[in-house]
């Protein structure tokens, strides 16, 4: 067996083919051959709760993980036999922010704000309060109010607001400040002794860009807006650091670089001897 290779990747137009631009066919199978090597761990990081990122599995026939970064960052699951454990050690790393406050007293902290309707019981977590707002809500009135009543109880939130256009509707969420995706991964890689060097991290869009810019081993896949490229290779410049990330061009055992295919084509950049399990995993049916 070789090393032990550690692959990070965001879901939605990452691995999942989701988005506007095609997929190619060999993509996904190439995927499911990779994570059946005993070296490769696989961890999703996504914004998903737990029901949605099992539907999603299902539904794109991508691999079961070894872990999944899920509820923006809150949980990480450890999955064994199929079965899905909430990780201790990150509930433990990321609660002092909470300072021993419950979901349902912080939500009473905010119980008298019209403007807020809690989301539904699955969004919510022990460590992640999710509100509907109004899409046009005045937040830079209301997110000071609420950091002000946090701060109060010496509790360290992120707030995170951003806009559902299609639903017309405002998304608020309140995390532990150090519930971050990034945390999470390099959590992951000390605590199970993956060093940067086998580690590799994927992802497509805005919220992929503290850990694309990190200086850890990234991949940016192709179907990534042109905004996100630029704001990773300003990033990365102003850091020095501009070899850390690999932008996918296709090309890559004649895959075209959007999703699986590019997570694939920057897995075999970062660890060439990736490049050689993958080419002897395409069969004749897959190599059309
Ligand atoms: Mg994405």
């Excluded at 970064?69 to 699951?77: A, E, K, L, N, Q």
């Excluded at 209301?142 to 017309?168: C, F, K, N, Y």
């Excluded at 919220?207 to 630029?230: C, F, K, M, W, Y």
Aim: overall charge negative; hydrophobic content about 45%; some cysteine.
């Amino acid at each position: 067996m070789g090393q032990p290779v550690l692959l990070c990747s965001d879901l939605d137009r990452t691995i999942l083919p989701n988005g506007r631009q095609p997929e190619s066919p060999q993509a996904r199978p190439l995927l499911r051959a990779l994570a059946a090597r005993p070296e490769v761990t696989l961890a999703y990081v996504s914004g998903r709760h737990e029901a949605l990122l099992k539907q999603a599995i299902a539904e794109y026939t991508i691999p079961v993980p070894d872990y999944a970064i899920g509820d923006v960052g809150t949980t990480i699951y450890e999955i064994r036999d199929g079965a899905w454990r909430p990780w201790p050690a990150w509930a433990e790393e990321i609660a002092p922010d909470w300072r021993g406050r419950s979901h349902d007293e912080l939500a009473a902290l905010f119980a008298d704000v019209n403007d807020l309707v809690l989301q539904e019981a699955e969004k919510q977590g022990r460590f992640k309060l999710s509100y509907y707002t109004p899409a046009d809500m005045d937040r830079t009135a209301l997110l000071p109010q609420m950091e002000q009543r946090l701060g109060a109880l010496g509790v360290r939130a992120s707030l995170i607001w951003s806009v559902d256009e299609a639903a017309d509707v405002g998304l608020l969420d309140v995390l532990p400040a150090g519930a971050t995706k990034l945390h999470a991964v390099r959590f992951l890689m000390e605590r199970k002794g993956f060093p940067e060097a086998r580690t590799v991290f994927a992802g497509d869009s805005g919220n992929d860009l503290p850990a694309l810019t990190s200086g850890l081993q990234a991949i940016l896949v192709r179907n990534a807006h042109p905004e996100v490229l630029r704001e990773a290779l300003d990033t990365l410049a102003a850091k020095g650091a501009a070899d850390r990330l690999f932008i996918a061009e296709g090309g890559f055992l004649g895959m075209n670089g959007n999703y699986a295919a590019g997570v694939l084509e920057g897995l075999a950049h970062f660890l060439p001897e990736t490049r050689e399990w993958l080419r002897t995993a395409v069969t004749p049916a897959q190599a059309r």
